[in-house]
């Protein structure tokens, strides 16, 4: 099997929906697998898939057990070359998807995942070409990447104990640490079908985001910099936390309280999982460009 793509999903069947039927010319191909993890919903998700489209593979948990352990079991279990990791309210704009990854895995031998250029709207654009150019970055984004496989297998799976945010991140300072890029490939878009505004306009929603993210951003710090330097990063990440809030943004400041309570709570973890950069390395690691999270049309 050449390819995997692999979609995780809960209590989300309108989103997966519209995304199996967008992807359904790359499921019907002979070199294709598609893998849906029903993580617990009660939706009524795995009966769709099982009806309308009984070529894919159908995983299910009864009980939910967490996206990132749907998306391990799916990288272990898949005996592809190449998979594709898509969410299940995101699917192509560009085409010929399989032969654009394909070549660039063969032309970049030392590539291990591809990040593909997103565009964050429920609208498609008029234009989807992009003057982008390809780049080494630092990560890639969850909603739409390939994996070479061997470099999976040759790291860590991700970190079920960050429950999500910033397990992107940590894969890749995994793969940098065994010589492997993070390449971006505008020449692939995808449309991940979120409106930002209106997903930030609660402030629950708001708050829980914030804290994942602080968090697992200080979890890889401290498990991959340098001591001195992760202490320096670290010191103007609440430097950086505490100026918002005195310039009046308070909202922030009940998630800062919880992400420090639950580095605190998680220091064995990160004392376990320590795979520091050298001083080389982590020069090399910071003169990758960023990851390229967002991509807009010209106007």
């Given at each position: 099997m050449k390819f995997s793509i692999l979609i995780s999903t809960k209590n989300r069947v309108e989103d997966l929906k519209i995304t199996l039927r967008n992807i359904q010319s790359l499921i019907?191909?002979?070199?294709?697998?598609?893998?849906?993890?029903?993580d617990g919903s009660n939706d009524e998700t795995s009966i769709w898939v099982s009806q309308n489209f009984p070529k894919i593979k159908l995983l299910r948990n009864d009980i939910s057990k967490g996206y990132m352990y749907c998306r391990n079991k799916m990288l272990n279990t898949t005996q592809a070359d190449f998979a594709i990791s898509l969410d299940d309210d995101a699917h192509f704009l560009t085409s010929d998807v399989l032969e654009k990854i394909e070549t660039h895995f063969n032309d970049f031998e030392d590539c291990g995942v591809i990040a593909f250029r997103i565009l964050w709207s429920k609208s498609t654009p008029d234009y989807i070409t992009s003057n982008d150019k390809v780049e080494n970055v630092k990560s890639?984004?969850?909603c739409g990447h390939a994996w070479?496989?061997?470099?999976?297998?040759?790291i860590p799976d991700y970190p079920e104990w960050f429950e999500f945010y910033g397990e992107e991140n940590y894969a890749s300072l995994e793969l940098i640490k065994n010589k492997w890029l993070v390449q971006y490939l505008p020449s692939i878009l995808v449309q991940h079908r979120v409106e930002l505004k209106k997903r930030t306009q609660t402030n629950k929603d708001f708050s829980f985001?914030?804290?994942?993210?602080?968090r697992a951003d200080w979890y890889n710090i401290f498990m991959f910099y340098p001591f001195s330097n992760a202490i320096k990063?670290?010191?103007?990440?609440?430097?950086?936390?505490i100026k918002k809030i005195f310039s009046g943004n308070f909202k922030i400041l009940k998630p800062l309280i919880l992400a420090k309570i639950d580095l605190v709570l998680?220091?064995?973890?990160?004392?376990?999982?320590?795979?520091?950069?050298?001083?080389?390395?982590?020069?090399?690691?910071k003169n990758l460009k960023e990851t390229k999270i967002f991509w807009e049309p010209n106007k």
């Amino acid at each position: 099997m050449k390819f995997s793509i692999l979609i995780s999903t809960k209590n989300r069947v309108e989103d997966l929906k519209i995304t199996l039927r967008n992807i359904q010319s790359l499921i019907d191909k002979p070199n294709v697998e598609c893998v849906v993890y029903d993580d617990g919903s009660n939706d009524e998700t795995s009966i769709w898939v099982s009806q309308n489209f009984p070529k894919i593979k159908l995983l299910r948990n009864d009980i939910s057990k967490g996206y990132m352990y749907c998306r391990n079991k799916m990288l272990n279990t898949t005996q592809a070359d190449f998979a594709i990791s898509l969410d299940d309210d995101a699917h192509f704009l560009t085409s010929d998807v399989l032969e654009k990854i394909e070549t660039h895995f063969n032309d970049f031998e030392d590539c291990g995942v591809i990040a593909f250029r997103i565009l964050w709207s429920k609208s498609t654009p008029d234009y989807i070409t992009s003057n982008d150019k390809v780049e080494n970055v630092k990560s890639f984004v969850g909603c739409g990447h390939a994996w070479r496989m061997k470099a999976w297998h040759e790291i860590p799976d991700y970190p079920e104990w960050f429950e999500f945010y910033g397990e992107e991140n940590y894969a890749s300072l995994e793969l940098i640490k065994n010589k492997w890029l993070v390449q971006y490939l505008p020449s692939i878009l995808v449309q991940h079908r979120v409106e930002l505004k209106k997903r930030t306009q609660t402030n629950k929603d708001f708050s829980f985001r914030y804290r994942r993210a602080l968090r697992a951003d200080w979890y890889n710090i401290f498990m991959f910099y340098p001591f001195s330097n992760a202490i320096k990063v670290f010191l103007y990440s609440n430097y950086m936390q505490i100026k918002k809030i005195f310039s009046g943004n308070f909202k922030i400041l009940k998630p800062l309280i919880l992400a420090k309570i639950d580095l605190v709570l998680n220091i064995p973890r990160v004392i376990k999982n320590r795979n520091s950069f050298s001083k080389s390395e982590f020069e090399v690691f910071k003169n990758l460009k960023e990851t390229k999270i967002f991509w807009e049309p010209n106007k």
